[in-house]
């Protein structure tokens, strides 16, 4: 704690409603922890109870856009002291023995979010649900995240910025889309929110303000001064228990006595929100109370009504896979989809291996919905070897063998014709197996519209497992109400998912992942060189694929850091799979 720093700022407070209580609590708790530092509060009117240690400016009420409009052209007026600390209801000091004096030597600083903007040799966008964090290696990108202004250090000559430099001018562009939703009246839309004053000032406008001598916080100095959202991006193994403060509108401080946290968020729907809970944990270390929202009802109608589960899966010949998932799933899943395609990922021509005659899958067939996918893109050899630009938010094609796995996948849509919108969909590749238990707990929960399967991870044989590494239970099926393909592609949302930019239910031990399963070298590099992943499909790494050395030392296919492989025992497989002894040669 360092009380001559302290000296410099005032913690400030600026909102336009009538009802400041939990602004001035906010400065309150934090201006405890900052001894030295003044407090202000900005408001049409002082609460009753303000704690002796707080100004108070009456302002005019402010609607949404003019708080805005005050933070960029009018705190520099009210703020005396070398650097104001934007404190809100929503957004305070959590722990001041996190302070550090580098935050002092930024003009600018504030947690990064899940928006940034890119500058890239094509022109310049912008990416949102921290997918921008993809791009951090690219040498020529230049990713800029936009720094939350909700809770947010600003030196004085930041806060006069646009006064001193009137080129530097407030750009805003036209809407996105105008356009009724949800049956809301019509209204205009921005994608990248370009009205919000922190999207101006540390995004749309940094180049400039940088230009004039502004230092804003580099990405990871921003990422210990605050938080708003996690990302799995930007915040995978970050620890919580370092955060200076935080922002977010579904937190706000309910209580300094006992000292409590209000979360926006019911319980029941905290691990939808990737990190949530993490963040939730530190306030309880930090010595706060948690109060969550009330639990949902679920509609009536919903309620009283079981809906339909329909298992959509891209399907390359995996045979005994198939036959394995149809005999798990049986008692749960209404209607099986399974998507084959006439070309490999790379292009080539090949059978289809579907075997409707099959006497194992005999009794599914009614219940089974067989897509043949005939118009794969046919892109030419320079299109496959090029970089192409995409449409998916959250992954990119990087060739067009990755555009053709996602046509493949988004065709599981053609099975879809009579789904309803409350009905389950789950989206697989063939060798991604959820359990029964999982999917039935799925189909009747109403309070959750995504859910994420986090899978064993097994190669070459059913009991090979991948027992360390980051993918040794990763999220690779995905399920979710029918309506949530009305605006995402099923490859979107599976994608999305995975990566955290979309919300859902994370499912823990939810099922198996058999990759390569009784493969021979043979087999394994002919999947290698007709899968999208064409890194690997290369003469030297093909020829040294020697898989009874994998097996004898534990070592990673891809020799990937991190990655451990083992023999586990044969009662983790899928019971009918374990069951068969005509299949015995699918385990080690």
């Known amino acids: 704690m360092n009380r001559e720093s302290f000296r410099k700022i005032t913690l400030v407070s600026v909102t336009g409603l009538p009802d400041a209580g939990g602004a001035a609590m906010a400065l309150q708790h934090s201006q405890a922890q900052m001894p030295g530092a003044r407090a202000l ?38 703020v005396q002291t070398e650097f104001a600390l934007v404190v809100q209801e929503d957004g305070w000091v959590v722990n001041a023995d996190n302070w550090n004096d580098e935050f002092l030597g930024c003009d600018y600083i504030g947690a990064p979010i899940h928006l940034a903007r ?67 009246p019509l209204k205009m839309h921005w994608q990248h929110n370009a009205l ?31 938080i708003e959202h996690a990302g799995p ?5 970050y620890n919580a228990m370092l955060l200076f403060g935080h922002h977010a509108r579904v937190r706000q401080l309910a209580s300094l006595a006992p000292l409590t946290l209000r979360s926006l968020v019911p319980l029941s729907q905290l691990d939808s929100w990737y990190g949530e809970r993490d963040i939730l944990q ?10 969550f929202a009330p639990e949902p009802e679920a509609p009536a109608t919903l309620a009283t009504a079981q809906r339909k ?50 006497p194992r899958i005999a009794a599914f067939l009614p219940r089974i919905r067989y897509i043949a996918v005939h118009d794969m893109p046919a892109l ?30 988004n065709q599981v849509m053609r099975g879809l014709h009579d789904a309803a919108p409350h009905d389950l969909v789950m989206v697989s590749d063939a060798d991604e197996i959820p359990r029964a238990d999982v999917v039935r707990a799925m189909r009747d929960d109403r309070r959750h519209e995504v859910y994420g399967l986090c899978l064993a991870f097994y190669y070459f044989y059913a009991n090979y497992r991948n027992v360390e590494g980051p993918e040794a239970s990763s999220v690779w099926t995905v399920a979710a109400t029918r309506a949530q393909f009305d ?24 099922g198996w992942h058999f990759s390569y399963l009784a493969m021979d070298e043979a087999a394994v590099r002919a999947k290698i060189r007709g899968f999208a992943h064409q890194e690997y499909n290369a003469a030297a790494f093909l020829d040294a694929i020697d898989i009874p050395a994998l097996l004898a030392s534990g070592r990673d296919l891809y020799d990937r850091p991190g990655y451990v492989w083992r023999v586990v025992d044969k009662a983790e497989a899928p019971q009918w799979l374990a069951d068969q002894p005509a299949l015995s040669h699918l385990f080690a």
């Not at 804003?216 to 605050?226: G, K, Q, T």
């Open 196 to 226: 919000l004053e922190d999207v101006q000032l540390s995004g749309v406008l940094r180049p400039a303000l940088e230009a004039v001598g502004m230092r804003f916080a580099p990405l990871e100095l921003a990422r210990s001064f605050a």
């Open 380 to 409: 030419d050899e320079a299109a496959d070897a090029a970089p192409v630009a995409g449409d998916w938010h959250s992954d990119t094609p990087k060739s067009g063998f990755w555009i053709r796995e996602k046509f493949q996948r």
């Open 309 to 358: 589960v329909y298992d959509c899966i891209t399907y390359n010949g995996e045979a005994d896979i198939l036959a394995a998932r149809l005999h798990e799933l049986s008692g749960v899943v209404d209607c099986f989809v399974i998507v084959e395609a006439d070309r490999t990922f790379s292009g080539e021509p090949k059978a289809l291996r579907f075997d409707a005659a099959d």
């Open 282 to 291: 530190m306030f309880e270390r930090n010595g706060y109370r948690i109060e």
């Open 487 to 510: 605006g995402l592609t099923p490859d979107q949302l599976r994608m999305r998912v995975r990566s955290g930019a979309q919300p859902g239910l994370i499912l823990a031990d939810a």
């Open 233 to 237: 991006q930007l915040h995978h193994g």
């Open 118 to 184: 890119i500058d890239a040799p094509q022109g310049t966008y912008w990416r949102n649900r921290f997918a921008w964090a993809d791009e951090l290696h690219r040498a020529e990108h230049r990713v800029t995240p936009v720094q939350n202004g909700g809770f947010s250090l600003r030196s004085r000559r930041f806060m006069r910025a646009l006064v001193d430099h009137p080129h530097i001018r407030v750009e805003i562009p036209p809407p996105d889309a105008v356009e009724a939703r949800d049956g809301e």
């Open 41 to 78: 509060l900005c408001s049409p009117r002082a609460p009753a109870n303000l704690a002796p240690g707080i100004a108070h400016l009456p302002i005019a009420p402010l609607n949404y856009h003019e708080y805005g409009w005050f933070m960029m052209f009018a705190l520099w007026r009210v």
